[in-house]
């Protein structure tokens, strides 16, 4: 069965199964200790720390370890934001960071700091002169992901280092994606990054505090790691992250030309093969292995268990979603479709035969879900318009909203308008979005007795 969402977490690479079974054996023992299986360990969590410090381009006791990556970003924004205190209690983010940083963030508010969120385009990208301007004198850190967790695209981070740099701040990237691809750009402050995105086990999180960023661990105060990471090491688990890290690295200029290759296919072959999709993200600044498209008139979560029933395990970000309901705040500050999305991230190793056999299901699967929605096949006109329609939506779920407006949008002359009642947060996206994808006008959003219109204005 082929598995494509190595971006949630990845298949434990052969490098790290081999180390991981070597150090159950080996580094087991307290590496605080002096005897000699204390010795013995700590020999082996060094030469981790080592080989992990390498790849990620800064010193060994500049890095550590901790208990996942949500853990090292936690830790790095409340370390830094402590550190420097005196500055201000001001945080700057991009809208599409990681729900650890945002969730960060909502804490910091909540304890009586700031924040501000850049905005991104279309691609999901920031301006690096949007968020220069969203740095003010009481800013006490900025963060940026390498590259999007959803869509994959590549965020100018070296261009925003050197803008923080100029202001005295700090800079935490989230490398999670993109580390096992290569090194971060230069000029980040402090870097937070997870295991089991690269292939190594789940349960390590390395954080990088570069020497001379202030920096206050929060917390009780612990021996180990520095002060930052509370708790016995799981060295074997370390051990096994630092040499999957090393081993994916020496893959990864050729897999990277490889799994390139292969979602370049699926971007140009998903829209040919399936009507109104949208691909998102950047076409050329992005993760090689990732690509993301949102279809029209589709519930995800169905979407994404007929995929399953077909032996294809994908992700998505879509509002439709059983788990929240709610729409993706990444797709959503891009302002791009968010129903029917699905995201797939290839594995290394991952065979052409694979990407051809999903390119040959998508299109029936798509197909069955939107027959089974009553999505409409084509619109056409009416010869009894009327200038304007409402559709009451109010208590459905996406994507009816959306396939209600479609439905009706032939029955108002060029000119008309149609709104949509409802109350589903995914319309506020989704409707707007439909109207890109149609060439419509969307007019705005009103306020309603139950939820909100949506008012969209016919123009083809």
């Known amino acids: 069965m082929p598995y494509f969402d190595a971006a949630s977490s990845a298949p434990l690479h052969p490098v790290a199964r081999q180390a991981l079974l070597a150090a159950l054996d080996e580094g087991w023992a307290d590496p605080a200790r002096l005897y000699r299986e204390g010795r013995r360990a700590r020999l082996l969590l060094d030469a981790a720390r080592e080989a992990a410090a390498e790849a990620v381009g800064c010193r060994p006791d500049e890095l550590t370890f901790t208990s996942s990556g949500t853990r090292a970003v936690h830790s790095a924004i409340a370390g830094a934001l402590a550190g420097r205190r005196r500055v201000g209690r001001h945080l700057v983010v991009s809208a599409v960071e990681h729900s650890s940083v945002l969730h960060a963030a909502a804490t910091h ?40 967790h959803e869509v994959g695209t590549e965020q100018p981070v070296a261009e925003v280092a050197e803008l923080c740099r100029a202001s005295g701040v ?39 505090v570069r020497k001379g960023v202030r920096f206050a661990p929060q917390g009780p105060a612990d021996e180990r790691e520095s002060g930052r990471a509370v708790g016995f090491e799981n060295i074997p688990a370390v051990v096994a992250a630092a040499a999957s890290l090393r081993a994916v ?42 690509v993301t498209f949102s279809c029209l008139y ?31 705040h990444v797709l959503g500050a891009m302002g791009v479709l968010s129903e029917g999305n699905v995201r797939v991230s290839l594995p290394t190793g991952t065979t052409a035969e694979d990407v051809d056999r999903f390119l040959q299901v998508l299109p ?65 996206l989704d409707i707007p979005a439909w109207c890109v994808m149609r060439e419509q006008e969307y007019v705005g959003e009103q306020p309603a007795d139950r939820g909100s219109a949506y008012v969209v204005r016919r123009l083809s």
């Open 109 to 148: 508010e909540a304890q009586g700091g700031t924040f501000a969120e850049v905005p991104v385009d279309r691609a999901g990208a920031v301006s690096p002169a949007a968020y220069g301007e969203a740095l003010r004198e009481d800013t006490a850190l900025a963060c940026l992901q390498s590259t999007n």
């Open 170 to 208: 700090p800079l935490l990237v989230d490398a999670a994606q993109s580390l096992g691809w290569g090194p971060v750009p230069a000029g980040w402050s402090l870097l937070a990054a997870s295991a089991h995105k690269w292939g190594g086990p789940s349960g390590v999180g390395l954080l990088a």
């Open 249 to 290: 690295r020496a893959e990864a200029a050729a897999e990277s030309v490889r799994l390139r290759a292969l979602v370049d296919l699926i971007r140009a072959r998903v829209p040919e093969l399936v009507p109104d999709v949208e691909v998102v993200g950047d076409p050329v600044r992005r993760l090689p292995h990732l």
């Open 298 to 328: 589709v519930d995800g979560e169905t979407l994404l268990h007929e995929l399953d029933r077909a032996e294809f395990s994908v992700s998505s970000g879509s509002s439709c979603t059983s788990s929240t309901l709610t729409p993706s």
């Open 364 to 428: 029936g699967v798509v197909s069955e879900v939107r027959e089974k929605l009553g999505a409409p096949v084509s619109v056409a006109p009416s010869p009894a318009a009327t200038t304007s329609l409402v559709v009451d939506s109010l208590g459905k779920r996406c994507p009816i909203p959306v396939i209600e407006l479609a439905k009706v949008i032939g029955e108002v002359p060029v000119g008309g308008t149609v709104t949509v009642l409802s109350d589903d947060e995914a319309a506020r």
